[in-house]
């Protein structure tokens, strides 16, 4: 599958993609989608790319102006991959990758992002990783979710408020905003 970047400094550039099968591209149309929404807010902005697989969207975040992404993909391939991206466009100074399980990798960061994208693997129980996020106060701004439709469960915590959800195929995009907790 043929890669490339939809916006910012590298808009064009073709991005090298993990030959496993463990992880699934988001849609260019859903990566679009976010960037669109989030258009204001990416310059200068801190990134996580959780179960990032290809890279796609921390890559895309650093295009367009992203002052850092950090990525977290357990697949050793496929974090091999995102370094190798990430050399090739000479990015390695913006960025960090995490070669850990999402949890684990939560554990490790000690700085708030101003965006969280959150791609997980279908099936894989996600309300756990969000309640690490907010627990470790690593959410700023905004928090997207790709999952499968037929398979959504609904996020419920006091720190997110549900800006927008959009469909996208098979795809259900939803889109939170951190509530900063009253004193």
Same mark, same amino acid.
């Given at each position: 599958?043929?890669?490339?970047?939809?916006?910012?400094?590298?808009?064009?550039?073709?991005?090298?993609?993990?030959?496993?099968?463990?992880?699934?591209?988001? &849609?260019?149309?859903?990566?679009?989608?976010?960037?669109?929404?989030? &258009?204001?807010?990416?310059?200068?902005?801190?990134?996580?790319?959780?179960? =990032?697989?290809?890279?796609?969207?921390?890559?895309?975040?650093?295009?367009?102006?992203?002052?850092?992404?950090?990525?977290?993909?357990?697949?050793?391939? =496929?974090?091999?991959?995102?370094?190798?991206?990430?050399?090739?466009?000479?990015?390695?100074? #913006?960025? #960090?990758? @995490?070669?850990?399980?999402?949890?684990?990798?939560?554990?490790?960061?000690? &700085?708030?992002?101003?965006?969280? @994208?959150?791609?997980?693997?279908?099936?894989?129980?996600?309300?756990?990783?969000?309640?690490?996020?907010?627990?470790?106060?690593?959410?700023?701004?905004?928090?997207?979710?790709?999952?499968?439709?037929?398979? #959504?469960?609904?996020?419920? #915590?006091?720190?997110?408020?549900? @800006?927008?959800?959009?469909? @996208?195929?098979?795809?259900?995009?939803?889109?939170?905003?951190?509530?900063?907790?009253?004193?």
């Amino acid at each position: 599958m043929t890669l490339r970047i939809f916006g910012g400094q590298f808009k064009g550039r073709q991005l090298k993609s993990p030959s496993s099968t463990t992880t699934r591209p988001t &849609q260019g149309i859903v990566r679009e989608a976010v960037f669109n929404i989030c &258009q204001d807010l990416i310059h200068g902005a801190r990134f996580l790319d959780l179960y =990032a697989g290809s890279g796609a969207m921390g890559l895309e975040a650093l295009s367009r102006g992203a002052a850092h992404s950090t990525f977290v993909e357990k697949d050793r391939k =496929a974090a091999g991959c995102i370094q190798e991206n990430l050399t090739l466009l000479n990015l390695n100074p #913006h960025s #960090h990758v @995490y070669n850990l399980d999402a949890l684990q990798a939560i554990k490790k960061m000690n &700085q708030p992002f101003d965006i969280i @994208y959150i791609d997980p693997p279908y099936e894989t129980p996600i309300a756990p990783v969000i309640e690490a996020l907010l627990e470790r106060k690593l959410l700023s701004s905004f928090l997207f979710l790709e999952e499968r439709q037929k398979t #959504h469960t609904p996020i419920e #915590h006091k720190s997110l408020s549900l @800006y927008d959800t959009r469909k @996208y195929g098979i795809a259900l995009l939803s889109i939170f905003q951190f509530i900063q907790p009253s004193a």
